[in-house]
T-cell receptor, first 112, second 116 residues
């Protein structure tokens, strides 16, 4: 158990809908990272937050957004969902100047 | 540009035999390299990392990795494979953003299958 929690574990929704994925980092970690894992794209970095502020962006679509709250949990919002958004979404946390990221168990999103 | 490559989609090995999962990288500056393992329906678990120092890095579950600067490689190894080692293995390289924060770039992954 990495100490990173993600909810829900599974999410099934329809095209055009909006969903919110939640992540709680390890105790003491200020950085949160979001990744998307799909069969054809592999593991793709989406976005990073540190202590509430966005710090780095990767291959994140404009339909997706994220935020990190004062209690350090983070939410990833996915809107106008398409079939191709079906994937595993992982959250990871880490310390600012440390390099290791610790991953949560993921949320499996299925868009029908 | 920072990148990492895992040239093998799948590696098959018999239980008890040594295993190697290959990784090569391209990075400017000193490389910070990582191995993660993903079991079915689970998140990625950190195995080991190379930052500096000894080229042979020891990690969890009996795994080790050898850093080779001249060959820009960071191969994952284990002297004696177990069936329970069967999983998806990811190599990653650290990429430092302009703000001084770190993000990881992952390889495509290598599926390790250990046969009894």
């Amino acid at each position: 158990d990495s100490g990173v929690t993600q909810t829900p574990k599974h999410l099934i929704t329809a095209t055009g809908q909006r969903v919110t994925l939640r992540c709680s980092p390890r105790s003491g970690d200020l950085s949160v990272y979001w990744y998307q894992q799909s069969l054809d794209q592999g593991l793709q970095f989406l976005i990073q937050y540190y202590n509430g502020e966005e710090r780095a962006k990767g291959n994140i679509l404009e339909r997706f957004s994220a935020q990190q709250f004062p209690d350090l949990h983070s939410e990833l919002n996915l809107s106008s969902l398409e079939l191709g958004d079906s994937a595993l979404y992982f959250c990871a946390s880490g310390e600012k100047y440390q390099d290791t990221q610790y991953f949560g168990p993921g949320t499996r999103l299925t868009v029908l | 540009a920072q990148s990492v490559a895992q040239p093998e989609d799948q590696v098959n090995v018999a239980e008890g035999n040594p295993l190697t999962v290959k990784c090569t990288y391209s990075v400017s500056g000193n490389p910070y390299l990582f191995w993660y393992v993903q079991y079915p329906n689970r998140g990625l678990q950190f195995l080991l990392k190379y930052i500096t120092g000894d080229n042979l890095v020891k990690g969890s579950y009996g795994f080790e990795a050898e850093f080779n600067k001249s060959q820009t490689s960071f191969h994952l190894k284990k002297p004696s494979a177990l069936v329970s080692d069967s999983a998806l293995y990811f190599c990653a390289v650290r990429f430092a953003t302009s703000g001084g924060y770190n993000k990881l770039i992952f390889g495509a992954g290598t599926r390790l299958a250990v046969h009894p």
